[in-house]
Protein backbone atom coordinates (compact mmCIF):
# COMPACT_ATOMS: atom_id res chain seq x y z
CA UNK A 1 0.00 0.00 0.00
CA UNK A 2 1.52 3.42 -1.10
CA UNK A 3 2.15 5.94 1.87
CA UNK A 4 -0.01 8.92 2.64
CA UNK A 5 3.07 11.19 1.24
CA UNK A 6 3.52 9.54 -1.92
CA UNK A 7 -0.31 9.74 -2.66
CA UNK A 8 -0.18 13.58 -2.05
CA UNK A 9 2.83 14.18 -4.58
CA UNK A 10 1.12 12.09 -7.41
CA UNK A 11 -2.39 14.44 -6.71
CA UNK A 12 -0.03 17.94 -7.33
CA UNK A 13 1.69 15.94 -10.13
CA UNK A 14 -1.65 15.36 -11.62
CA UNK A 15 -2.95 19.15 -10.77
CA UNK A 16 0.28 20.48 -12.61
CA UNK A 17 0.26 18.73 -15.12
CA UNK A 18 -3.71 19.15 -16.41
CA UNK A 19 -3.87 22.80 -15.43
CA UNK A 20 -1.59 23.82 -18.36
CA UNK A 21 -4.39 21.62 -20.52
CA UNK A 22 -6.97 23.34 -18.80
CA UNK A 23 -5.99 26.73 -19.94
CA UNK A 24 -5.59 25.56 -23.29
CA UNK A 25 -9.07 24.52 -23.95
CA UNK A 26 -9.20 26.87 -27.06
CA UNK A 27 -6.09 25.41 -28.62
CA UNK A 28 -6.04 25.65 -32.29
CA UNK A 29 -2.57 25.41 -33.81
CA UNK A 30 0.91 24.09 -32.67
CA UNK A 31 3.99 24.82 -34.87
CA UNK A 32 7.37 23.61 -35.02
CA UNK A 33 10.16 26.14 -36.19
CA UNK A 34 13.71 24.79 -36.28
CA UNK A 35 15.86 27.88 -36.02
CA UNK A 36 19.51 28.60 -35.56
CA UNK A 37 19.44 28.46 -31.98
CA UNK A 38 16.99 25.30 -31.70
CA UNK A 39 13.13 24.06 -32.45
CA UNK A 40 10.48 26.46 -31.35
CA UNK A 41 7.09 25.19 -30.26
CA UNK A 42 4.22 27.76 -31.46
CA UNK A 43 0.73 27.36 -29.98
CA UNK A 44 -1.84 29.43 -30.74
CA UNK A 45 -5.08 29.62 -28.79
CA UNK A 46 -8.51 31.30 -30.35
CA UNK A 47 -11.83 31.50 -28.56
CA UNK A 48 -13.97 31.87 -31.20
CA UNK A 49 -16.71 32.84 -28.92
CA UNK A 50 -14.94 35.53 -27.39
CA UNK A 51 -12.65 36.07 -29.89
CA UNK A 52 -9.82 35.33 -27.14
CA UNK A 53 -6.11 35.11 -28.71
CA UNK A 54 -3.06 33.78 -26.96
CA UNK A 55 0.55 32.72 -28.53
CA UNK A 56 2.89 30.70 -26.42
CA UNK A 57 6.72 30.15 -27.63
CA UNK A 58 7.83 27.34 -25.74
CA UNK A 59 5.35 27.61 -23.32
CA UNK A 60 5.71 30.96 -22.62
CA UNK A 61 3.28 33.25 -23.19
CA UNK A 62 4.20 36.16 -25.80
CA UNK A 63 0.40 37.64 -26.50
CA UNK A 64 -2.85 37.69 -24.55
CA UNK A 65 -5.71 39.69 -26.11
CA UNK A 66 -8.70 38.86 -24.04
CA UNK A 67 -11.72 40.43 -25.88
CA UNK A 68 -11.29 40.94 -29.54
CA UNK A 69 -14.51 41.60 -31.63
CA UNK A 70 -12.84 40.95 -35.08
CA UNK A 71 -12.14 37.12 -35.00
CA UNK A 72 -10.17 37.52 -38.26
CA UNK A 73 -6.37 39.50 -38.55
CA UNK A 74 -2.94 38.95 -38.00
CA UNK A 75 -0.52 38.37 -34.87
CA UNK A 76 2.90 38.87 -35.20
CA UNK A 77 5.62 38.29 -32.30
CA UNK A 78 9.46 37.11 -32.58
CA UNK A 79 11.04 33.54 -32.05
CA UNK A 80 14.14 32.49 -30.55
CA UNK A 81 17.42 34.25 -29.86
CA UNK A 82 17.82 36.18 -33.57
CA UNK A 83 14.58 37.33 -32.83
CA UNK A 84 13.16 35.75 -36.02
CA UNK A 85 9.71 38.26 -36.61
CA UNK A 86 6.68 34.79 -37.15
CA UNK A 87 2.85 35.75 -37.63
CA UNK A 88 0.08 33.97 -37.34
CA UNK A 89 -2.94 34.93 -39.90
CA UNK A 90 -6.08 33.76 -38.87
CA UNK A 91 -8.65 33.78 -41.72
CA UNK A 92 -12.41 32.58 -42.02
CA UNK A 93 -13.11 29.52 -44.23
CA UNK A 94 -16.44 30.10 -44.81
CA UNK A 95 -19.06 29.75 -41.49
CA UNK A 96 -17.12 29.22 -38.11
CA UNK A 97 -14.70 27.55 -39.16
CA UNK A 98 -11.02 29.07 -39.49
CA UNK A 99 -7.61 28.57 -41.09
CA UNK A 100 -4.60 29.62 -38.84
CA UNK A 101 -1.25 29.77 -40.74
CA UNK A 102 2.40 30.69 -39.35
CA UNK A 103 4.61 32.81 -41.66
CA UNK A 104 8.29 33.71 -40.58
CA UNK A 105 10.30 36.03 -41.91
CA UNK A 106 6.94 37.29 -44.18
CA UNK A 107 7.41 33.47 -46.08
CA UNK A 108 5.29 30.73 -44.97
CA UNK A 109 6.58 28.22 -42.54
CA UNK A 110 7.15 25.54 -45.62
CA UNK A 111 8.75 28.00 -47.82
CA UNK A 112 11.02 29.67 -45.15
CA UNK A 113 11.82 26.00 -43.91
CA UNK A 114 12.69 24.98 -47.70
CA UNK A 115 14.86 28.15 -47.66
CA UNK A 116 17.07 27.75 -44.73
CA UNK A 117 17.90 24.08 -46.07
CA UNK A 118 19.67 25.66 -48.97
CA UNK A 119 21.30 28.33 -46.33
CA UNK A 120 22.21 26.43 -43.56
CA UNK A 121 23.48 23.00 -42.54
CA UNK A 122 22.55 20.84 -39.47
CA UNK A 123 24.52 18.52 -37.27
CA UNK A 124 22.68 16.25 -34.44
CA UNK A 125 25.77 14.60 -31.97
CA UNK A 126 26.16 12.89 -28.82
CA UNK A 127 29.18 13.64 -27.30
CA UNK A 128 30.39 11.93 -23.79
CA UNK A 129 26.67 11.69 -23.18
CA UNK A 130 24.97 15.19 -24.09
CA UNK A 131 23.17 15.68 -27.36
CA UNK A 132 24.67 18.56 -29.48
CA UNK A 133 22.45 20.26 -32.46
CA UNK A 134 25.14 22.46 -33.97
CA UNK A 135 23.80 24.59 -37.52
CA UNK A 136 25.86 26.67 -39.54
CA UNK A 137 24.78 29.26 -40.98
CA UNK A 138 26.28 29.31 -44.93
CA UNK A 139 25.47 33.36 -45.29
CA UNK A 140 28.00 34.34 -42.16
CA UNK A 141 29.54 31.49 -42.03
CA UNK A 142 28.05 31.51 -37.95
CA UNK A 143 27.90 28.68 -36.17
CA UNK A 144 25.06 28.17 -33.57
CA UNK A 145 25.01 24.96 -30.58
CA UNK A 146 22.25 24.16 -28.88
CA UNK A 147 21.08 27.97 -28.58
CA UNK A 148 24.33 30.04 -27.92
CA UNK A 149 25.70 31.35 -31.10
CA UNK A 150 30.03 30.11 -30.58
CA UNK A 151 33.25 31.68 -31.13
CA UNK A 152 35.09 30.47 -33.94
CA UNK A 153 38.46 30.59 -35.67
CA UNK A 154 38.42 30.42 -39.69
CA UNK A 155 41.33 29.56 -41.91
CA UNK A 156 41.84 29.15 -45.39
CA UNK A 157 43.34 25.68 -46.18
CA UNK A 158 44.75 23.97 -49.55
CA UNK A 159 41.48 22.88 -50.69
CA UNK A 160 38.91 25.61 -48.88
CA UNK A 161 38.42 26.74 -45.89
CA UNK A 162 37.74 25.05 -42.02
CA UNK A 163 36.07 26.71 -38.96
CA UNK A 164 37.25 25.75 -35.91
CA UNK A 165 34.83 25.72 -32.69
CA UNK A 166 34.64 23.73 -29.37
CA UNK A 167 31.67 21.31 -28.18
CA UNK A 168 31.71 20.86 -24.52
CA UNK A 169 35.58 19.34 -24.56
CA UNK A 170 35.07 18.45 -28.05
CA UNK A 171 37.15 20.20 -31.10
CA UNK A 172 35.06 20.48 -33.74
CA UNK A 173 35.87 21.88 -37.14
CA UNK A 174 33.39 22.55 -40.45
CA UNK A 175 35.38 21.93 -43.81
CA UNK A 176 34.07 23.68 -46.29
CA UNK A 177 35.16 22.43 -50.23
CA UNK A 178 34.36 22.93 -53.36
CA UNK A 179 32.00 20.45 -55.05
CA UNK A 180 33.36 21.20 -58.33
CA UNK A 181 29.57 21.32 -59.38
CA UNK A 182 27.98 24.48 -59.99
CA UNK A 183 24.85 23.13 -59.10
CA UNK A 184 25.90 21.70 -55.51
CA UNK A 185 28.57 24.76 -55.19
CA UNK A 186 30.34 24.17 -51.71
CA UNK A 187 30.09 21.15 -49.62
CA UNK A 188 30.43 21.70 -45.96
CA UNK A 189 31.39 19.09 -43.55
CA UNK A 190 31.95 18.89 -39.62
CA UNK A 191 34.55 17.05 -38.12
CA UNK A 192 34.67 16.28 -34.67
CA UNK A 193 38.23 14.23 -33.31
CA UNK A 194 39.02 13.57 -36.87
CA UNK A 195 35.23 11.65 -37.62
CA UNK A 196 32.78 13.34 -39.77
CA UNK A 197 29.73 13.48 -38.82
CA UNK A 198 26.49 13.19 -41.09
CA UNK A 199 24.26 15.98 -41.65
CA UNK A 200 20.78 15.51 -40.29
CA UNK A 201 17.54 16.71 -42.01
CA UNK A 202 14.60 18.26 -39.95
Known amino acids: MASREEVTVSEDE ?4 YSHLEKM ?3 VAV ?7 GVHKIEFEHGTTSGKRVVYVDGKEEIRKEWMFKLVGKETFTVGAAKTKATINIDAVGGFAYEYTLEIEGKSLKKYME ?9 I ?3 GGTDYRVVL ?11 QKLETAG ?3 EDG ?3 HFSVGDYSCCIKAVSSGKRKEGIIHTLIVDDREIPEAVE
Not at 14 to 17: D, E
Request: with cysteine; proline share 0%.
Open 25 to 27: TDL
Open 155 to 157: EFV
Open 137 to 147: EKDTMDVWCNG
Open 125 to 127: LSL
Open 115 to 123: NRLKTTNTW
Open 161 to 163: TET
Open 14 to 17: LRSR
Open 31 to 37: WEVALSD
